[in-house]
């Protein structure tokens, strides 16, 4: 008796663990995905691994019952940071998802930030696990778990804040990186964020 419940438990975790990792995604992930593959991979993109990488990240860092609110949140960051994957002095490399670690930063230049993490599947992994553990917060602090504008606007308080000390002009000039340092920008994130969550989300049959 012993062994037959303890084989009912066995084949019950791992029911329960099948059904974590491999959940079927729904129309609004893949309208995601998509949005990633047209921008990402070529010919208008350079990594033909795109949206494989997309979709481990959302898979590695958000919860089964959210993706299908987060993955489109997560595309729409991707096309409004639009950071560069090109080399210098083209491009910054791996920052298409505008993740900066402050680690990383120049000692005496905010505006000259080093690259982390230094990869694209990194950069979405880091983006889709940030856009989680506020939508966490938000819902924990009371908010509307389906107001996604009001979502959008929380998550902006953090994910790019507007006067942050990466958006002020370099101190040094020219900066380090020898890479012109964009500032004043992250007023625009969230304009730009909702611009491209509803294009996602308002395609087929998703929202």
């Known amino acids: 008796m012993k062994v037959f419940k303890l084989l009912l438990c066995v084949l019950l975790f791992l029911t329960l663990n099948i ?3 491999s959940v079927k995604p729904g129309p609004c992930e893949n309208n995601a995905r998509e949005a990633i593959e047209k921008h990402d991979t070529p010919p208008k993109g350079n990594n033909p691994k795109a949206g494989e990488e997309f979709t481990d990240a959302i898979d590695d860092n958000v919860k089964a ?4 609110k987060l993955a489109p949140v997560v595309a729409a960051i991707r096309h409004a940071e639009n950071g560069s994957n090109g080399p210098p ?3 910054r490399p791996h920052e298409e998802y505008g993740i900066l670690h402050d680690k990383t930063t120049h000692p005496n230049c905010s505006r000259c930030p080093g690259h982390a993490p230094d990869t694209y599947r990194g950069q979405a992994g880091w983006c889709a696990a940030t856009v989680q553990k506020n939508y966490d917060r938000y819902k924990n602090a009371g908010g509307d778990p389906n107001d996604m504008k009001a979502y959008l606007k929380f998550l902006g308080a953090r994910y790019c804040p507007v006067d942050a000390d990466n958006d002020r002009p370099c101190e040094l000039d020219p900066c380090p990186s020898g890479i012109p340092q964009p500032h004043g920008i992250n007023a625009h994130w969230l304009g730009n964020v909702s611009k491209y969550h509803k294009r996602i989300i308002d395609k087929g049959n998703c929202n």
């Open 89 to 91: 002095p083209a491009g």
């Open 19 to 21: 059904n974590m990792t």
């Open 65 to 68: 019952a959210d993706r299908e």
